[in-house]
Structure formats: C-alpha cells, structure tokens
C-alpha cells in the first residue's frame, strides 16, 4: 500500500492539470457550439459540404446541430485524444521511472517481489484513470445542462462519456507493455504521442478504406463515436477484441517486467 500511496502522491500535479486541462477543451467546445447557436443552419451546410469520411473521422458524419448531443462527438473526439495521450504517459512512465531516475536498485532490494510492486504501480495508474473520468464525468454533465435548452438522450450521453474510461485503459495497458519491453526509456511524452497518433492515423485511414481487418488495429476504431451514436450501443466484437488486449498487455508487463535486468545506479 506504501508504493500505491506514493505513486499518487507523486502523480497528483499531473493528474490534477490533466483534469482541468480536458474540462477546459471540453468547455471551449461547447461554449463554441453556444456561439454560434445564431447560426446553426449556416454552419451544418458547411459540414454537410465536407467529404463524408472527414465528417466520420472527427465523429461529424451525423452531425446534428439542431440539438447538443448531435454537436457532443465531436467535442469528445479531441477529449478522447487528449485522455489517450494523458493514459498511454501513465503506463508508460509509471514502471520506467525506475530506470530512468536510476532508483530501481533502492526499490528491488525491498522485501517487496516484482509482482507486488508492478501491481501497486498498476493499480494507482488505474485509481488515476477513475478519478478523471469521474470528474470529467460530472463536468461534463454539468456544462451539458447549463448549455442545453432542451432534453436530450441520457443513454447516449453515457455511451459516448464511457468511451473515456475505454480508450484510456487501452493506452495506458499497452503503455505498462512498452515500459516493460524497451530497457530503458529516456523521454515518455514522445513515445506517448507518437503511439496514440499513429493508432488515430490507422482509424482516419479505415474510415476511407473501411477495412474490417485494419479496424481491428486501433482502438479508436473499437469505441468510433459515429457508430455509436448511430447504433446507441457498443460493438460486442471490439468490446470482446479489447478485453483480450488489456489482459494480454496486463499479462506481457508482468512476465516482462519478472525477468528485466534493471541498469544498476
């Protein structure tokens, strides 16, 4: 319990400004959506216009601006990419920060086994994880019945939120892989963002192609905010495909992570 404590001691900071950051883009978003509610019909021509694959890529495809749940994807699509980075920088540091700071050797000589230790480790990037979708949760919720002039779908607000929580246990498991696959991680931001941009690279390319086989690639495709506010439910196949994955990752990080030699300070 020390080393859980410890680890949210330490990420505290961080998960406070990632907190304030992702309500803050989501308040900018819907405050823009507010702005031009003058000229809502002006401005769905000029969606309408754009190529229906740019319009699926940032969760327009449908886009309604006749009510606020129709504008709400495409405020959480930015969300979604900002939680993503913010979980895969999670996983990614958590365990490679003993290598990095060079206090592997302090940390291993305890009589903590490696087990335990990437399982507190585990267990505070997932606590983090649940504190922000928590709070974004009820943020969210709040801004939405400020802004809003009328009712509006509590099941599709739900199912779009969750996919929050979805996204950002993907990145940070597969984040808790790299860390434990890779000896020794100099920089974590660009790693972060490279890997959750090249998975977003991957969705956009399907929506042109619409490829069954690469939708199975990236998780932005598992939890694609148009699909769900079309079908109102999540697809059983990509919720089975994201299961194995986490617990595949979950599974590779421990057994990696057992047989690491650790450089010496």
């Given amino acids: 319990m020390n080393i859980l404590k410890q680890e949210l001691k330490m990420g ?3 998960l406070i400004v990632w907190c304030v950051s992702l309500i803050g883009v989501f308040l900018l978003f819907m405050l823009m959506y507010v702005s031009i509610s003058d000229q809502l019909a002006e401005f769905q021509k000029v969606f309408d216009s754009f190529p229906v694959e740019f319009r ?41 920060s003993e290598v ?19 399982s507190m480790k585990m267990m505070a990037v997932f606590v983090q994880i649940v504190i922000i979708n928590a709070v974004f949760f009820i943020a969210s919720r709040l801004i939405l019945e400020m802004i809003s002039t009328a009712d509006y779908d509590n099941n599709l607000y739900l199912l779009l939120t969750g996919t929050l929580f979805f996204i950002q246990i993907f990145f940070a498991s597969f984040g808790f892989f790299i860390s434990a696959f890779l000896r020794r991680i100099k920089t974590v931001l660009p790693i ?12 956009l390319l399907n929506e042109t192609l619409k490829d069954v ?3 199975y690639i990236s998780p932005f495709d598992y939890f694609a905010l148009a699909a ?3 079908t109102m439910s999540y697809d059983s196949v990509y919720l089975v495909v994201w ?3 986490v617990f595949l990752f979950v599974y590779l990080t421990f057994y990696l992570f057992a047989k690491k030699d650790l450089p010496s300070i």
């Fill in 192 to 203: 972060s963002m490279g890997v959750v941009f090249l998975f977003y690279i991957i969705f």
């Fill in 12 to 14: 505290r900071k961080s």
């Fill in 243 to 245: 299961t194995f994955l």
């Fill in 228 to 230: 769900i506010s079309k």
């Fill in 100 to 118: 990095r700071e060079k206090t592997g050797d302090f940390l291993f000589v305890k009589p903590v086994s490696r087990f335990r230790i990437v």
């Fill in 56 to 96: 699926r890529a940032f969760a327009a495809e449908n886009l309604n601006l006749d009510t606020v749940m129709g504008f709400y994807p495409f405020a959480m699509t930015y969300i979604l990419l900002a939680g993503a980075v913010q979980a895969m920088n999670l996983g990614v540091s958590v365990l490679s």
């Fill in 213 to 215: 086989k690469l939708g």
